[in-house]
């Protein structure tokens, strides 16, 4: 009896002592089984990426400041990174999951990320990084929720719906890799896909029978949050409900200035939240479409993703053609002036109760600027490659962060030049040296002829400016210094540029990227390395006691060496719920 009692002192103790390391900031927990199924999303059977069996994954629905602890098991046949796009690992660019940040996971291995969602909010998505896996899936929707106290600057919706729409082939990503390998174009896609479903039949010369589509449910006379991610590989693609306005309310984790679109440009790796209010008759469902855009539409119709809008009074099946698309098929001017008008919504209170224009970034000195230019692919090294300012990226084998861990000699070079380059193109680990707490100003030049976006890890910038033909200095005088959207993504017209500020806050080694899939693949990327002098933990976590070892470090690696210390930091919540249980079956028999 009395050692009970000394235990049920000591538990409760423990109890009170993980209560007051966590309370402030909760934990979510999601375990990832990532796997090979098989599914025919356009009628053909096909190998794709799963997570939990399923198809798309998971949406991952977290909160301001919230940790989330993701336990990833690999059970593919090769190895795999998991990247959360957008999210901004405030001092926690080591939970990255790109090569430049971390070892990859090797195959029947499971690695647990954690990392906190510090002051963010807004909408994201998740997508293995490595070896062309998103081409066969494995990406799902991430949300940031604000906290209670901090109000969103629109009504609660009734509903919280996440859209995944993308460009997909019939060909598994081992295929596409090595078509990509061999020096050879992907070709146009083979459809596009809404949530993982094919086209539902609107056309039936153009769509095969027995196609499984994504039916979306609404009652009428409501408001839905629909959070839209272009998670294809290079296609951009204009999405649009039949009979409704889009309400345009956030991208990327910036509020914007609430607009109505009949439809919007979602171009690779974007993300937008649109307020739908569901104020039709419902004499029958209604189309939801993601069509190609700036291609040859004769031979891309057949690629059309549509899915349905059903009320729950409706009358019947939706009929008819589709929504007509923008009338530009060839000129991007539409385009572009649809993505000028989209704003930050300056007084609309973000992950802080401050209003996201108090952030004045126009008054900011600008410390560092870089010109870069993408162009058509090159041959160098008798390989086809993209480049970066005339630099196509090399991977090492031992990633940036790590040999900056242990102070390891010639894995990268931090020479990328602030203009590009006047010679011949290179294969160089090439890395920009950010000054920590610097203002960046990135000029991004497309003078390829597809549209590129490019996305930028650790930091949501700002997107200042855009036109056609070559940036200069005189073309600041047209720069938005007001309410620019502060976003993660951006895209750039071919035969254009796009002008964007970044404040580089946030210490780490960040990837600078195109989201082509295709062109990424093939070394259109560098990175940027923001380090603090000083080396303090303020600014940056230390290294996780789990973390993988590979290249020049890989013999410090021990088999299966996932760390227990960071498992049970990780789970400190369930540790505290065991612990609360155990403590009150003690005292029950006292």
């Not at 990837?511 to 990175?527: C, K």
Request: one cysteine or more; charged letters at 20%.
């Amino acid at each position: 009896m009395a050692l009970n009692k000394f235990l049920s002192l000591f538990l409760i103790n423990i109890v009170l002592l993980l209560s007051s390391c966590f309370a402030e900031d909760p934990f979510v927990f999601y375990d990832f089984e990532v796997s090979y199924i098989t599914a025919s999303p356009l009628g053909v059977p096909q190998e794709v990426i799963a997570i939990n069996k399923k198809f798309p994954g998971p949406t991952i629905n977290s909160t301001t400041n919230n940790n989330v602890v993701v336990n990833v098991r690999n059970k593919l046949d090769e190895s795999l990174l998991m990247h959360w796009s957008g999210i901004q690992q405030r001092r926690s660019s080591w939970q990255d999951g790109l090569p430049g940040t971390n070892c990859p996971i090797p195959p029947k291995w499971n690695w647990t990320y954690q990392f906190q969602v510090k002051d963010q909010i807004g909408s994201f998505f998740y997508f293995p990084s490595l070896h062309f896996q998103r081409a066969a899936g494995g990406f799902g929707g991430f949300i940031i929720n604000n906290r209670d106290i901090i109000p969103i600057p629109f009504d609660a919706p009734d509903g919280d719906i996440t859209i995944l729409i993308g460009d997909w082939y019939t060909r598994n990503h081992t295929a596409l890799r090595k078509a990509l390998d061999a020096g050879k174009d992907l070709g146009m896609p083979d459809g596009v896909l809404i949530n993982g479903k094919g086209p539902y039949r609107y056309n039936d010369t153009l769509v095969p029978d027995s196609i499984v589509y994504e039916t979306i449910n609404v009652h009428p006379g409501k408001t839905y949050r629909l959070r839209v991610h272009n998670v294809g590989i290079s296609t951009t693609l204009n999405f649009r409900i039949q009979s409704h306005n889009l309400l345009i309310a956030e991208t990327e984790g910036s509020y914007t200035v609430q607009q109505n679109y009949t439809s919007l440009d979602i171009h690779v790796g974007q993300s937008y939240s649109f307020l739908l209010t569901t104020d039709q008759n419902a004499s029958s469902d209604y189309y939801i479409v993601a069509s190609a855009r700036f291609v040859n539409e004769s031979q891309w119709k057949r690629v059309t993703g549509v899915a349905i809008l059903r009320y729950s009074n409706s009358k019947g099946k939706a009929a008819g053609p589709l929504p007509d698309p923008p009338q530009d098929e060839f000129d991007k001017t539409f385009s572009m002036n649809q993505a000028r008008s989209i704003r930050w919504n300056v007084s609309a209170s973000g992950a802080r109760p401050n209003p996201q224009g108090s952030f004045r970034y126009g008054s900011i000195n600008v410390t560092d600027i870089f010109v870069l230019r993408n162009k058509p692919p090159v041959t160098i090294g008798g390989k086809r490659r993209t480049t970066l300012s005339g630099i196509s990226f090399a991977n090492p084998a031992t990633p940036i962060r790590l040999s900056d861990q242990f102070k390891l000699k010639g894995v990268y070079k931090l020479d990328f030049p602030k203009r590009p380059l006047t010679g011949p193109p290179k294969m160089e680990t090439s890395v920009i040296n950010g000054t920590y707490r610097g203002f960046m100003e990135v000029i991004l030049q497309n003078n390829d002829t597809k549209v590129q976006t490019y996305h930028l890890s650790g930091y949501a910038f700002f997107v200042v400016g855009m036109d056609y033909g070559e940036w200069s200095e005189n073309s600041r005088g047209t720069y938005n210094k007001w309410d620019g959207i502060a976003r993660s993504t951006t895209q750039v017209y071919p035969g254009a540029w796009t002008a964007i500020l970044i404040s580089l806050d946030n210490v780490g080694v960040w990837n600078l990227r195109t989201e082509n899939l295709d062109s990424w693949y093939l070394g259109q990327e560098t990175y940027i390395r923001v380090m603090n002098p000083e080396k303090t933990n303020k600014t940056e976590f230390p290294m996780p006691d789990n973390v993988l070892y590979c290249g020049a470090l890989s013999k410090m690696q021990k088999p299966q060496d996932i760390s227990f210390a960071t498992s049970i930091t990780g789970s400190r919540s369930k540790l505290f719920v065991t612990v609360l249980m155990l403590a009150s079956v003690l005292l029950l028999f006292r």
